[in-house]
């Protein structure tokens, strides 16, 4: 493929990681705003690098993501913003429990007006709706499957996961010298990787049949979207909402009225302040008058509440001065007998005319107060009416004074008011037209997308049925182990002898199976092993996703203390940056490729997209930046 050929399968743009208080961003674009064809990520250990790889695979589908201490109490959720056949879009997927959907929606990050995330569920991969089927789609691969057992053609099949591919796009570090490169330990998943690659490469042995599957599900999907557009496309028809032009002029234009009224109103307040400054000394004489008949009022009720308390306790004082009177009468007439009060006691006499003295003293108080607050309560009733009436005249003074300045303002501010709601009517039709309009859009780029899938397809379909030559598995095994043995050369591995890769895939140097070499020998052979498949699938137009990311690739060459001194030569890292270079330059112009490195060389400093420190003088840090404990 090159680099002037219709961008197929997926490029990566951007990570985004959230926290509540803000984010922290890995960029993979170049100045142009393409993705890079090579982005580095440098830095020492345990700052973030492979945690960046991670986070993208999680984006693209993984089943968890890293949990690292600095991750778990900041990062709520992950964004990977990419392009897909070309196109941008952007996949969001929560962090913390790892969750069973993502949502994806076209558009950039940061960029207003995308449209609304739509719910792809992770299982089953093969539903139409999941991310796996959407990512394959893009690889020209939606709707494959897989044999359980491939030398039966009559054994049950299941999906094509995206994270079968996956295995062709990311070499983990784990993978680079743990003599497990092709899943040895795990034969079915073995079996797997050898389906994946001669899928990807069109070279599996129901191609044609499976192609002709593919192009008939292809075209129901299509058929149901042509007319699930036509059906939406008549809606918005009825709806008359006119084109998006004419629908983002309205809204421009009602955003521009709204901002005018609220200047305007803003205006109008102030204008008429200052028209009505005049009344100043009315307003004071007003307020002044309001403050007296407050006070008034407040008086006048504070003495009718005593003298309505006071009439029923004056009643009780009287009552007891009756009954008091009535006992010493008695006491007066029955003396003879030495009549005793019932409460006193029986060695004492109860002075009864003492209590009355006291009573009718408090009595006469009573009586006293209370005819001084009737007495007063006629002249504060006239005094409150003076003043609410002195208050009713001041206000009014003030209405008359500025009736004739104000007037002319409200009947501004009324043909405001009317203007900013028919411009929020307006501003209202033209977001709901827009919706309608994007989610139009979005159905014919579905419809355009299935139409161009189901003519690759068909196109696929007749050189398969054709009576042209067809692709062989073994010369296409042959020239990926001719580029492995090239890529071996150009990095100048030691004893380089009889390197070529056998019919099941395995790497084979100096004749002996890779995992018979050292732990440098393994490490260069993986990755020789990866870029090979990779530049083969690329170069051929096959359907692999076109991105490839390499995690650590000089372990063992030189950095920890475990290396292996045959292969510790920092040239031999400098040629593996040579090569990317080249390659990417040339054959593979349209590529990418994403390397996670502790210290890449001087050959590849133009191409670092971000290095790491741990040191908190020397920022960044890390990936999460602000965790440099």
């Known amino acids: 493929m090159t680099g002037d050929s219709v961008p197929n399968g997926i490029r990566l743009r951007r990570l985004r990681l959230h926290s509540p208080e803000r984010t922290y961003d890995v960029d993979f674009r170049g100045p142009d705003d393409a993705p890079r064809p090579l982005s580095v990520i440098a830095g020492a250990f345990s700052t973030g690098k492979t945690t960046v790889l991670e986070f993208v695979d999680y984006c693209l589908g993984a089943s968890d993501h890293p949990r690292h201490p600095e991750i778990m109490p900041k990062v709520r959720s992950a964004t990977l913003e990419v392009e897909l056949s070309g196109s941008p879009y952007v996949i969001q997927r929560a962090v913390g429990v790892p969750s069973t959907v993502a949502y994806v929606s076209a558009g950039r990050l940061d960029e207003p007006g995308a449209t609304p995330p739509q719910r792809r569920p992770l299982r089953p991969a093969g539903h139409p709706d999941s991310l796996s089927s959407l990512l394959l789609s893009h690889c020209k691969l939606e709707g494959v499957r897989l044999r359980d057992v491939p ?174 009177t009535m006992l010493t009468e008695a006491q007066r007439l029955f003396d003879p007998v030495r009549a005793r009060h019932p409460e006193a006691g029986d060695d004492k006499d109860h002075d009864v005319s003492g209590e009355l003295r006291a009573a009718r003293a408090r009595l006469a108080e009573l009586t006293g107060y209370l005819a001084d607050l009737e007495g007063e309560l006629p002249a504060l009733r006239t005094a409150a009416a003076r003043a609410q009436e002195a208050e009713r005249r001041a206000a009014a003074e003030v209405d008359t004074g500025t009736a004739h300045a104000v007037t002319p303002f409200l009947a501004e501010r009324d043909a405001l008011a009317r203007r900013r709601e028919e411009a929020a009517v307006a501003m209202q039709r033209a977001v709901d037209g827009l919706l309608l309009v994007q989610a139009l859009e979005r159905r014919e780029a579905d419809v355009a997308a299935l139409e161009s899938s189901a003519a690759a397809l068909r196109e696929e379909f007749e050189d398969a049925v054709g009576p042209g030559p067809r692709a062989d598995r073994s010369s296409l095994i042959g020239r990926v182990g001719r580029r492995f043995h090239e890529i071996l050369a150009l990095w100048r591995y030691p004893k380089l002898t009889d390197a070529h890769v056998a019919e099941d895939l395995t790497p084979f140097v100096r004749g002996e199976s890779y995992r018979a070499a050292s732990s440098g020998g393994r490490t260069l052979i993986a990755l020789a092993w990866q870029l090979a498949v990779f530049e083969v699938a690329w170069e051929t137009r096959s359907s692999h996703p076109g991105f490839l990311m390499l995690d650590s690739p000089q372990k063992n060459l030189g950095q920890a203390g475990d290396r292996d001194t045959e292969f510790a030569d920092s040239v031999t890292i400098e040629r593996i940056y040579q090569h990317l270079h080249d390659w990417l330059a040339g054959r593979g112009a349209g590529a990418q490729v994403v390397v996670a490195d502790n210290a890449p060389p001087p050959v590849a400093d133009g191409d670092v997209i971000v290095r790491f420190t741990r040191r908190p003088d020397r920022p960044p840090y890390g990936l999460i930046d602000d965790e440099t404990g």
């Open 151 to 324: 030398a039966r053609r009559d054994s049950e099949t299941d999906p094509l996961s995206f994270r079968d591919v996956m295995w062709l796009c990311y070499l983990a570090n784990e993978r680079l010298d743990n003599r497990n490169l092709l899943f040895e330990d795990s034969p079915m998943k073995q079996l797997k990787l050898r389906q994946v690659v001669d899928v990807v490469f069109d070279v599996h042995d129901d191609r044609a049949v499976e192609l002709g599957r593919r192009v008939r599900e292809v075209e129901q999907r299509l058929a149901a979207a042509r007319t699930a557009l036509e059906v939406a496309r008549a809606f918005v028809d009825d709806l008359r909402f006119g084109p998006r032009a004419e629908l983002e002029a309205e809204l421009l234009r009602a955003k521009s009225t709204l901002a005018e009224t609220e200047a305007g109103a803003a205006a109008l307040d102030t204008v008429a302040r200052a028209s009505t400054d005049f009344a100043e000394d009315l307003r004071e004489r007003h307020r002044r008058a309001t403050q007296d008949a407050d006070t008034a009022t407040a008086l006048l009720r504070d003495r009718e509440t005593q003298a309505e308390r006071m009439v029923p306790l004056r009643a009780s004082y009287a009552e007891d001065v009756a009954q008091l």
